[in-house]
Structures are given as structure tokens and as C-alpha cells.
């Protein structure tokens, strides 16, 4: 055997977690809901674990099972005992059922599986499958599989109550509670009506509770679900996805409902876009509190442009959030130098190369798709980048080169309130960018002999 062959690594410290851990962040947005991993009890382990260290909640996801016998004759008993556990113990309204590498392996028919049961099994609750190979992307794709499957098996079916009020339906990316309550509050002054899916502003950041509950109240009730063809129309923010993701391009295709398209609105060129959009749609101007915020946004981009002025900065994450960083670095005159993501899709380069180079170089940015950081490092060291903004998978480097990193994505387990940071709309866009300058200043401040007191 070749050296090389011998030394091949076939990921160091991947930037990207798994399919079905974008499955249970989707369905813990749902009421009611309860996610069942279609799989071996490690994979629902290392699920809640990441889970819990970056929301600081609790987080119940179930599991199948597997053991050596289930990889050899199938799963399909052990999910209907899994599915009667949960249903017995938790009396959920939903069951969110996530495949994994195992079971899609072995070729377990999830679809059959859950037919059979509903079968066989007439007073459960609702059951929604979805397949999430984790060997064929990432946390994103199963992410958006799952909000798919759960319109396309909801939507329009049973009985569909029109709630009060225009709907507008939201599907996003994988953004932070704090930044899902922004969006409902803004459609609400606006007189309008958000249905966000999924929404884990209560059930993945919520309260004390006074009583123990079994499943954290909050997320999208199931009725809701199954009347978003009746909403005015669907918005989907972030980076375009394929057809077969796209629940909005369901609705349209099978109900006619409009459906728009934005890009998530951080920085104020992107927000302006967004407020426009929800103007034109729900008929009605933006309220004064949310605009005079701009102001102050436009003023701090003025009065931070000399710190930020053509500073080389990294990117990287999942691609909607590293599409949107990109947008905002280079509008406030920082230089993104190098984006990676560890999704394969081809999503991301797609999307940067359509936005261009950034107006301070010359020079497109790096871009690379199924990388991680081991393969990042190298790339990091020669350009000598001013800071990283990124998910705390990237500390290790940081540390190593003494480069700031800022905290942005997920997962974020070194650092406390990733629930509740905001980065959307002008006042999100506006604590970003305090973040990003004061990094700047701190590295200058402690990199100095001199101890600069004033900068
Ligand atoms: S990558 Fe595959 S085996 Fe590993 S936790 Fe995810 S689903 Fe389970």
C-alpha cells in the first residue's frame, strides 16, 4: 500500500453534522411532536447531545434500536415498538420518523413501514416519515427533506380550517429561535399572520416551566400545517434550493399558491428587499419602530467602516447562513476571502458566484463545498485572514493560527446564547456588526504593546 493511500483521511473534523440531526431540529418546530430515529441508539445519542449543548433544552429524540439482528432481517418491528413506546409514553400529536445511514443501508422500506402500521395500528397519531441517508448530505438536506415531507403529507389533507387574519407562510433555513420571533412579530404588526415551519422559538428556547412537560409546548400546530394552502402566499428566505426540497414550490405546483422568494435578510440591502416584499404582500407599510432602526444601522455602517474597511474575513457553516455572511461582509467593506461548507449540494458556489466578487478586491473568493476543516486549515494559514465567522467547530483552527472567531450557526457549544442571537433585520444586522467590530478592536487592543486605551 502507497504512503499516501496509507496517511488518506476521509474527513479531519468535518464541517457538517448529519441528515436525520436536520430532521429532529424540523420536527422539534412541529406541536406535539416527537422524533423517532429509524436506526441504532447511537445516532439518537450523538443527536440530542449536540442538540442540548447548543439550545440548553431539553431534548427527547427516540429511537429504533438496531442491533445485530435488525441488520440482518429489517427493522420494521422494532420501529412499530419504538412508534407504540412513544405514542404510549408521550401521547404525542405527531411522530416524526427519520431513517438513518443503518437502516437506509440495509434498504428498509420506511414508507411501507408507516403505511402498515397506520394500518394495523388505526388510533395512533400522526405519522410522518422521511428518508435522511446522512451518507448523502447534511444536516441542511434533511433539514429541508423534513419540512417537505411534512407538507407534502399534510398540507390540504383532512379537515382545513383559514385562521384569522392573512397567513403568510415562512419556510427558512435553519435560523435561531430569537430571530423566528422577529419574523412573527414584524408579519403581526403588519397585521399579517406568520406560520413559520418549522418553529422552534418556544419549544428549543422557552421558559420555566411551573409543571413537568412531556413535550415543550410551542411549534406549529398540525392544523396549521394542513391549512398552508389557504395562506395569501409562501416566502422562502435563504439560498434557492432544489425543486424537490421546496415545500413553497409544492404549494404553488399543486395548490396555486404564490410563492416569493428572498434572500435571508441580514444587512440592510437584503432587509430593504424583505420589507418590501412583506409591504407588497400583506398591503400595508412598515411600522415606524421597525424603520427607525435603519437609520441608527446606516449610521454604525458609517462610523465602523474605518475598523472594517477590507478586512480579510472566512466564512463557513451551512450554505444559507454562509450565502447571507457573504452578502452582509461584503456590504459593509470587509473582504470574504474564503467560504467553505462541508454540504456537497453545489448549492453554495452556485449562489456566491451569482453575487460576484466583493466590491473591495479583485479577486472571486475561494469556494469550497464537502470541505472540512482539516482540509480548510492549510487555506486559512496562508491567507492569513483578519477573523472567521462560523460555527465553534472551528475554535481548534482559531486557536492554533490566533484568529478571532466569531460565534454564528450551528453548532455553538463553547459559548452561551446561541438561541438568542439575532442577526436578521435591521436590528440583528446592527448587533452582528457591533460583534464583528469589537472583535476586530480586541484583537488590535490585545495584540498591541502599547495597550491601547482608545481606538
Ligand atoms: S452519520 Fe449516520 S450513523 Fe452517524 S449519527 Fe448520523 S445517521 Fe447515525
Redesign the pocket.
Known sequence: MSAEVQNYQSAGNPCRQ???LGASWAFKGVKGCIPVLH?SQ??AT??RRYMISHFREPIDIASSSFDETTVIFGGQENLEKAVLNVFNQYRPDIIGIAT???SETIGDDIDRFVRELKKNQPGLCTLVPVSTP?YQGTQEEGFHRTIYALVKNLAGAGEVHAGEGPALNFFLPMITPADIRWIKDITKAMKGRAVVLPDISETLDGGLWEEYNAIPPGGTDQEEIKSLHLSEASVELGTVLPDDWRPGYWLQKQHGLPNLQAALPLGVDATDHFMKLLEDVLDCPVPPEFMEIRSRLTDAYADAHKYLYGKKVVLFGDTSTVEALYRFTSEIGMNPVFCFTGSPSGILKKAIEKLGTPPVSTTAPLVMEDCDFGDAEGIIEEMNPDMLIGNSKGYKIARKLDIPLLRVGFPIHDRFGASRQRMLGYSGTLNLLDQIVNMLLEKKQSDSDIGYTYI
Open positions: 448529519c441528515m436525520p436506526g447511537g445516532c450523538y443527536i438513518t445511514c443503518l446522512s
